[in-house]
């Protein structure tokens, strides 16, 4: 039985027209389908909005939901912008794609930095970070730039990193539970790492890439579609952030987390610990109020 089959050589008419994004990537255009601009890098983007559907189901009812659900109404932005944008491959879809992720990122940077601070502080936190990242957005979209998107998205990043050790190191005493955090914390970022050398990859050796997925057809060359990889990648790093972020912020921190949360969470946290380790120890770490700045510490 045939498991593969020949890339087509002719691309298909264009639904949606010719492309008019200024970003193009290695996938060939409307090759697969001509609904598609770019098939595999757009289907790949249901990794953002199945974390988010899950994410969404599992807090909507819980107090405090709107703050909870908000990061995961972000991951499902990016992921549904990111289809939009790789689906037509025009300059609108490409600006709705880029500031969605401005808009999830900016929600993870407002909760992990304001988590200890009063009421007042954060409306003065977020509105802060709502202008500055407002008038980022619209120099992007005026300009159709290609440098301070990517530099001010990777500072954001670079900021919740930091922030997240920070907290690891102020809010968890346990050297056990502390080392289960910080190994959901180096599985994200290695998450992200990967899909980002990918990206660069795809970017550096399309020609290459492009003559492998001819020389080994349809569907194995899909995997050499590495713009896709970075979706899956960064989708897996970005759901991991935001449950490290979600756990540390609220009143579950020092407990068990394992049960709580989708695939790879619990793969990531298996060996640091049983979960009667971890009922023994929560009485006796840090714990975060959710209504106001006050940190509670119990002796340990």
Not at 249 to 261: A, C, F, N
Not at 266 to 289: F, V
Request: proline fraction near 4%; glycine fraction near 8%.
């Amino acid at each position: 039985m045939r498991i593969n089959f020949e890339y087509p050589s002719v691309a298909k008419n264009p639904a949606w027209g010719s492309p008019s994004s200024k970003a193009n990537f290695c996938e060939e255009d409307y090759l697969i389908s001509g609904y598609f601009a770019e098939f595999v890098n757009t289907i790949t983007n249901t990794t953002y909005i199945l974390y988010a559907i899950y994410g969404i189901r599992s807090h909507y009812r819980k107090n405090g939901a709107f703050m909870a659900c908000l990061p995961y109404v972000g991951l499902a932005g990016v992921g549904v912008c990111s289809w939009y944008f790789h689906m037509v491959l025009n300059y609108y879809a490409q600006m709705s794609d880029d500031l969605s992720m401005f808009f999830c990122t900016g929600i993870v940077l407002y909760r992990i930095t304001t988590s200890s601070l009063n009421p007042s502080q954060r409306l003065v936190m977020g509105v802060a970070l709502s202008l500055s990242l407002g008038a980022i957005s619209w120099y992007h979209v005026i300009s159709n730039e290609s440098l301070v998107h990517p530099v001010t998205f990777g500072l954001m990043i670079n900021i919740v990193g930091l922030k997240t050790r920070a907290i690891i190191r102020e809010r968890i005493s346990d050297r056990q539970i502390r080392r289960a955090v910080h190994r959901l914390e180096l599985s994200g970022a290695v998450s992200f790492i990967s899909g980002f050398i990918l990206w660069v990859i795809d970017r550096l050796f399309c020609e290459r890439l492009k003559h492998l997925r001819s020389t080994v057809g349809v569907p194995w060359g899909f995997l050499l579609e590495l713009h896709g990889w970075w979706h899956i990648l960064t989708g897996i790093g970005a759901y991991i952030f935001i449950v490290l972020i979600e756990y540390l912020t609220s009143e579950t921190v020092g407990k068990d987390p394992r049960g709580l949360y989708a695939w790879p969470v619990d793969l990531c946290l298996r060996s640091t610990g049983s979960p009667d380790q971890y009922s023994a120890i929560a009485n006796r770490t840090t714990k975060l109020e959710m209504n106001g700045p006050a940190i509670e510490r119990k002796n340990v």
